[in-house]
């Protein structure tokens, strides 16, 4: 059973690189929209619903980086039972390295 959450999340969260790159698209057109409004002098109201749908969709990336971190350490895990321990080791730790890398980002 326990195979089968980690083969279930494994598989949402290959699907999280593209809900980043979406994200990612629309943090960004928030932000230039944010910025021309600001600059043509339009209503404060309409700037702060934009500031905050960026700093949302920031936060969201960040849970989406988390989500990877984890698919790393998985496969940090399945790595360990490799027979030839240079390759065990230098596998291993780079998926470790790699999950760490997303988590304090």
Not at 25 to 49: C, F, M, P, T
Request: proline share 1%; hydrophobic share 35%; with cysteine.
């Amino acid at each position: 059973m326990e195979n089968d959450v980690f083969s279930h999340f494994t598989k949402f969260s290959n699907q999280t690189s593209g809900q980043d790159k979406l994200c990612r698209i629309l943090q960004y057109s928030s932000q230039l929209v944010w910025w021309y409004l600001e600059r043509h002098g339009y209503s404060s109201d309409n700037i702060a619903k934009l500031q905050y749908l960026q700093q949302s969709l920031s936060t969201a990336r960040k849970y989406f980086a988390l989500g990877k971190s984890i698919e790393h350490i998985q496969g940090a895990v399945v790595t360990i039972h490799i027979n030839d321990p240079i390759l065990r080791y230098s596998i291993t730790l780079s998926k470790i390295s790699q999950a760490f890398q997303n988590v304090l980002r």
